[in-house]
């Protein structure tokens, strides 16, 4: 197991704090020329800036002292205001070297909010702790590639220790566990997912994984389901479950082959259960896998002809 060893993040006083006009000078211009200095120009009144301070405040602790925030309240520092030109809040500035480097207006996204940080600490030669985070992720894909499903596990876990809504990291750990055959155990991640990340495309895509999983656990022999479909070509329940059968075994593209032509014979039995079950495999998928590329593209040509 690699050791990440990001060291801890300074204190939240230390990183974070409100300025003055009379304060400015020090707490942005001067102390930038050390470390980027990121502030918000909000007002009380304003209810977007409500929203994205704490959002912006999460971003700056998150980048563990590699970027600290000020905040400064545009009723009370008027002048300041107008010599940067804010015309609307809330504004973001990012400073260093006593500049404005990058910035922002509006209430945006959270992701938006965590590359801004990152680009913020990259320009003054800082090194965003997510590129440590995402080099971890990276080893620990590679030991599961590799058969290497208890070690990536660990690795994972540990990137999860870091950064508990790491969504790449929760997704890796599901799918170790898939991979060490403890479905129940990644059903049980799954389940307890934060709901930050309950919905990115990285969980949305273990969870198909588990769904094909447990469909393998029944699969029956290949060989006698051929036969099936052989003896008889309209049999659609024999042809869905040679398709399942052909993905247990690893067959993926043979797999969505055999849907597609359930889907082009009777695309409406058993509910549409081919082109769920298609669905099913494409987001379990990479999102640039030419099975899963090509198998969209005939199934769109299907389903508009």
């Excluded at 009144?45 to 563990?64: D, H, I, M, N, S």
């Excluded at 985070?133 to 620990?140: G, Q």
């Excluded at 479905?183 to 709901?195: F, R, S, T, V």
Aim: hydrophobic content about 45%.
């Amino acid at each position: 197991m690699m050791d990440l060893n990001l060291g801890a993040a300074p204190a939240a006083d230390d990183l974070i704090k409100d300025t003055t006009e009379a304060t400015f000078m020090a707490d942005v211009v001067e102390a930038s020329q050390t470390i980027p200095v990121v502030v918000d120009f909000w007002a009380p009144w304003c209810g977007p800036c409500k929203t994205l301070g704490p959002q912006l405040e999460e971003a700056v602790r998150g980048a563990k002292g590699a970027v600290k925030m000020v905040k400064i309240n545009v009723d009370e520092a008027q002048m300041i205001a107008g010599q940067l030109q804010i015309q609307s809040i809330p504004t973001v500035y990012a400073f260093y070297k006593g500049q404005p480097v990058d910035g922002f207006q509006g209430a945006v996204p959270q992701s938006e909010i965590k590359a801004f940080i990152d680009r913020v600490v990259k320009a003054a030669g800082g090194e965003a702790p997510g590129d440590e985070l995402a080099e971890a992720v990276a080893a620990a894909e590679e030991m599961l590639g590799e058969g290497a499903a208890s070690d990536a596990a660990q690795t994972f876990a540990a990137i999860l220790g870091e950064d508990p809504n790491h969504a790449p990291a929760y997704a890796g750990l599901v799918r170790a566990n898939i991979a060490m055959g403890e479905l129940d155990q990644a059903e049980a991640i799954l389940n307890g997912a934060p709901a930050e990340i309950s919905t990115a495309p990285e969980l949305e895509a273990a969870h198909a994984q588990l769904e094909l999983a447990r469909q393998a656990e029944g699969a029956g022999p290949l060989d006698d389901l051929r036969a099936a479909v052989e003896a008889d070509p309209d049999d659609m329940q024999a042809r869905f479950d040679l398709a399942q059968a052909l993905h247990a075994n690893g067959d993926v593209e043979a797999a969505v082959d055999a849907l597609l032509e359930l889907f082009r014979r009777d695309r409406e039995w058993n509910d549409g259960a081919a082109r769920t079950q298609l669905f099913t495999i494409f987001d379990a998928l990479k999102p640039n896998d030419p099975v899963m590329l090509n198998g969209r593209r005939k199934l769109s040509s299907m389903i508009f002809a």
